[in-house]
């Protein structure tokens, strides 16, 4: 059974960088499992795979467009630093998980300015990077109704990985505290 849209697919994957960077892998025995078409995935990945049946490898690799977008200057932002735990030595690099109105979505610091402010990076950490993927299709199977009803409710709720509902960009969606890239 091929790939296609409104599929259950599970994959074992080991995610680079272009440097060979390890970011994430499929834990051992447990392939990650989605339902094609409902935004559960990266769109650049979910389309390479698309035709593709179990037992298929795969090297793949994802342009930021069909990842988590580029770099967004206006997600670039200047806060108090009095908005950081008082007990948090705020540097450069640092991250922060941040509750929006969407859910969480991570913060990381740019700069600490001489007045009092500290400039973040809203953008997703992935954002402007090219993903390299090495894929494994483990199953495609069509998806039971519960699986699609899961599915449905997660992409009803707009934001979190990318996308607001029906793939609408994400800026629009959710507004700039959204995180998504």
Do not use: W
């Amino acid at each position: 059974m091929n790939i296609a849209d409104k599929m259950y697919v599970a994959i074992d994957y080991t995610l680079t960088l272009e440097s060979g960077q390890e970011i994430d892998k499929s834990p051992e025995g447990q392939p990650l499992g989605f339902i094609t078409g409902t935004g559960q995935i990266i769109p650049g990945l979910e389309k390479a795979l698309m035709g593709r049946v179990a037992g298929d490898s795969a090297k793949l690799v994802i342009e930021p467009a069909d990842a988590y977008g580029p770099v967004k200057d206006d997600l670039f932002q200047e806060i108090p630093k009095n908005q950081f735990p008082s007990d948090a030595d705020v540097k450069p690099g640092m991250a922060f998980e941040a509750q929006g109105p969407q859910g969480p979505f991570m913060i990381t610091i740019t700069k600490v300015n001489d007045n009092d402010t500290v400039t973040v990076d809203l953008n997703h950490p992935m954002a402007g990077k090219q993903l390299h993927f090495d894929v494994n299709v483990i199953e495609v199977r069509e998806p039971g109704a519960e699986e699609l009803a899961q599915a449905a409710a997660r992409a009803g709720s707009g934001c979190g990985c990318g996308c607001g509902p029906d793939g609408e960009d994400a800026a629009d969606a959710c507004g700039s505290g959204c995180n998504c890239g």
